[in-house]
């Protein structure tokens, strides 16, 4: 049997125990393991066959679907680096994220492709654009080389470049508290950790049938994968509209496993599970947020007999914590304790540990805690630091530093251990299961040249989490078109982005002593006056 160190050892491992059992669904197309093992190797020679390097960053630009995951596995196999981009974004945010990481090729469809022609031009690394569908007419893009899929998996069989587990493996995109999305570099050590340990408590099996609704952008999303091919289970892969679709596919697949986001759950939980869904439903997750209690309840009431696991997780660490499914009743708004191999601290500002009930930063350290953040070393020194030698697991004769996580929220830890989440010690707002930035969304108002000034907050949602707010002012003292603005948005931005209330305002708006528009007063005497719906 393989040894599972490196990312795309987890489907050969299963291909080796069971070739013909199922790992990957795709509408009506299911894969075996075996079969899916091979389509990772065909991409993997491709990229090699193609001149990749070790450690080039491969982009992949799909919804849901097998070429999205053999793309990613096949790109870990090659030696290179993946890179997932939600597949709601616009071109312009497209064009950052390749940029940023410097994506040497893109994996993309024939449909998505002409609404990236203008944004890849600015693209000056990218040499390759694998399509997986084939166009009516045959695109051309100056400087770069476009291939089918079909002949890309086509080419002489190759050994990927050798490798180690503490390599770049990929990088994820999360939005950043100060304007554009931070690349959170991961490598085959962190993903391959967190698959086993997320596996372990869970008790994923090779009977399982994950279903995976998360965008595989996010690290809890992909986390399907990775969790379902340790395991030897199968993933079902779901582009949805409605949670209607989610709970179809529940029941038509006789899902085990679901995870998802509580904006999802609350839908979910008004809805009417057939009484089957007991039979094969043995655990539901949630992530990305606190689960209301009410919701919570409401989905207990209707499957009786699969196990709630609340976890709690930052792109920075993979995954950080999980309520056990006993404990739900007894605290139910606790994030739990740490993962199986993942340590997390609760530590004042000097670094030593809070005492119980006393509200710390959250601290995380051991194999999940990701490499920094991919070409920003500022933003990077800010968030992953060294270990003081008085935190837990420190000795006073280690000479090399540790470097941990610190995540910017404050919780406390009972004295029974257990943790629990008080706030975000900055600005970032969460809505829909996703982080965005004020500034990112200021920066998209301010591109449409209709404002003068703006400024955007979260306010506290009971199903969203956050509901974005702007208040802005006209440009040039005229009236703000409030209406126009907001279509603009709607053009501009994934559909999670888009304000919920636009307040015009007569200029200027507030500063605070730095000279900075006063976000913080205005958020709080905006939620003072408004009842956000």
Wanted: with cysteine; hydrophobic share 40%; aromatic share 6%.
């Amino acid at each position: 049997m393989l040894n599972t160190t490196l990312l795309h050892e987890l489907i050969s491992a299963s291909a080796e125990r069971m070739p013909a059992s199922p790992a990957l669904t795709a509408g009506a197309t299911t894969l075996n393991y075996a079969d899916l093992d091979t389509q990772v190797a065909g991409f993997s020679a491709g990229l090699i066959n193609l001149g990749l390097e070790r450690g080039e960053r491969v982009g992949i630009f799909l919804e849901k679907r097998i070429e999205t995951v053999v793309a990613s596995f096949g790109s870990a196999r090659a030696g290179c680096a993946f890179v997932p981009v939600n597949p709601i974004l616009k071109g312009e945010q497209v064009m950052h994220i390749l940029r940023d990481c410097n994506a040497r090729l893109l994996v993309t469809s024939a449909e998505r492709l002409p609404l990236l022609a203008e944004a890849l031009a600015h693209c000056h690394d990218l040499c390759h654009v694998v399509l997986t569908t084939r166009p009516a007419t045959p695109p051309v893009l100056a400087g770069i080389n476009i291939i089918q899929w079909d002949e890309l998996l086509s080419a002489p069989p190759r050994a990927g470049h050798r490798v180690i587990d503490t390599d770049l493996l990929s990088i994820l995109y999360t939005s950043g508290s100060t304007g554009r999305p931070k690349g959170v570099v991961l490598s085959h050590r962190n993903m391959v950790a967190g698959a086993k340990s997320v596996a372990s408590y869970l008790g994923n099996k090779p009977e399982d049938t994950l279903l995976a609704a998360l965008p595989l952008s996010f690290d809890a999303g992909f986390s399907q994968l990775t969790t379902a091919f340790h395991s030897g289970a199968r993933v079902v892969l779901l582009n949805y509209l409605l949670p209607q679709d989610v709970l179809k596919a529940v029941v038509r697949e006789k899902v085990t496993g679901l995870t998802a986001v509580p904006p999802l759950y609350i839908q979910l939980a008004q809805l009417k599970w057939p009484e089957s869904v007991s039979e094969h439903l043995r655990y539901f997750a949630n992530t990305g947020g606190r689960m209301p209690l009410e919701t919570l309840k409401a989905l207990r009431t209707q499957l009786p007999q699969a196990k709630p696991f609340l976890m709690y997780g930052l792109t920075e660490a993979f995954r950080a914590t999980f309520l056990p499914p006993e404990q739900a009743d007894i605290r139910p708004d606790s994030i739990g304790k740490a993962i199986p191999n993942a340590e997390v601290m609760v530590l004042r500002e000097d670094g030593s540990e809070c005492s119980p009930n006393e509200p710390g930063e959250l601290v995380q350290r051991g194999a999940l805690v990701a490499m920094g953040y991919w070409n920003d070393a500022d933003k990077t020194a800010e968030r992953f630091k060294p270990l003081p030698n008085t935190a837990p697991g420190r000795q006073a004769g280690f000479v090399l530093p540790e470097i941990a996580v610190f995540s910017g929220d404050t919780v406390r830890r009972d004295e029974e251990g257990y943790l629990y989440f008080i706030g975000r010690r900055d600005e970032m707002m969460k809505t829909s299961g996703y982080r965005v930035s004020p500034t990112e969304v200021e920066e998209i108002l301010y591109s449409t040249q209709l404002v003068g000034e703006c400024v955007a907050f979260g306010v506290p949602h009971p199903a969203l989490g956050h509901s974005i707010c702007v208040i802005a002012t006209g440009k040039d003292g005229t009236p703000l078109d409030t209406a126009a603005l907001l279509n603009e948005c709607k053009q501009r931005m994934p559909a999670y982005m888009v304000p919920s209330v636009i307040e015009s305002r007569d200029g200027p708006l507030p500063r605070n002593p730095n000279g900075k528009i006063d976000r913080k007063t205005l958020s709080t005497e905006f939620e003072q006056n408004h009842k956000v719906q």
